[in-house]
T-cell receptor
């Protein structure tokens, strides 16, 4: 039962353009969502998060949007840079489940110069 | 400050053997979670420890176990290794048991032959 889904295994974007990574979830109990970036042979690095009481959160070039009615979130990277090339995971947690993050399968982003 | 340290980085074991992986959290962090990453299943939650108590457990067989010591360091053990246990095992730590504070280590790459 895949509670968090990232349906696009890969995405290729031109440098300077917008990258949009999508994530869908099925569990209505999820109340906190996170995006992580991961390079091979390294652990995931936290990027940005959003609480279910919000619909948008920005941090520099990164913005996460949450649509609770559609159970959908997206990560926008503007402008995209070659250094952004990595695998991006969305993750979700439910109230009182603290350290139990449910991850999507990941989307590999390639930003071409 | 030092990050999350996992040892060893790489490990090769034979089917049927058992293995112990170690995780030293960031100083002051009391919560430690473990995840398994495989190409087919993505990142899957194994268990979470907080102040030496297991608070959450994922859907893994009893061959997977863990513990946390009074200094918050954690170990996970896998007994009777199977080929399918080959994976990157990631540890993450946080000051408390909230989702947004977790920092991941670089992982231990376990190969079962």
């Amino acid at each position: 039962d895949q509670q968090v889904k990232q349906n696009s295994p890969s995405l290729s974007v031109q440098e300077g353009r917008i990258s949009i990574l999508n994530c869908d979830y099925t569990n209505s109990m999820f109340d906190y969502f996170l995006w992580y970036k991961k390079y091979p042979a390294e652990g995931p690095t936290f990027l940005i998060s959003i609480s279910s009481i919000k619909d948008k959160n920005e941090d520099g070039r990164f913005t996460v949007f949450l649509n609770k009615s559609a159970k959908h979130l997206s990560l926008h990277i503007v402008p995209s840079q070659p250094g952004d090339s990595a695998v991006y995971f969305c993750a979700a947690s439910a109230y009182n489940q603290g350290g139990k993050l449910i991850f999507g399968q990941g989307t590999e982003l390639s930003v071409k110069p | 400050k030092a990050g999350v340290t996992q040892t060893p980085r790489y490990l090769i074991k034979t089917r049927g053997q058992q293995v112990t992986l170690s995780c030293s959290p960031i100083s002051g962090h009391r919560s430690v979670s473990w995840y398994q990453q495989t190409p087919g299943q993505g990142l899957q939650f194994l268990f979470e420890y907080f102040s030496e108590t297991q608070r959450n457990k994922g859907n893994f067989p009893g061959r997977f176990s863990g513990r946390q010591f009074s200094n918050s360091r954690s170990e996970m053990n896998v007994s009777t290794l199977e080929l399918g246990d080959s994976a990157l095992y990631l540890c993450a730590s946080s000051f408390d048991s909230t989702s947004y504070g977790y920092t991941f280590g670089s992982g231990t790459r376990l190969t079962v032959v």
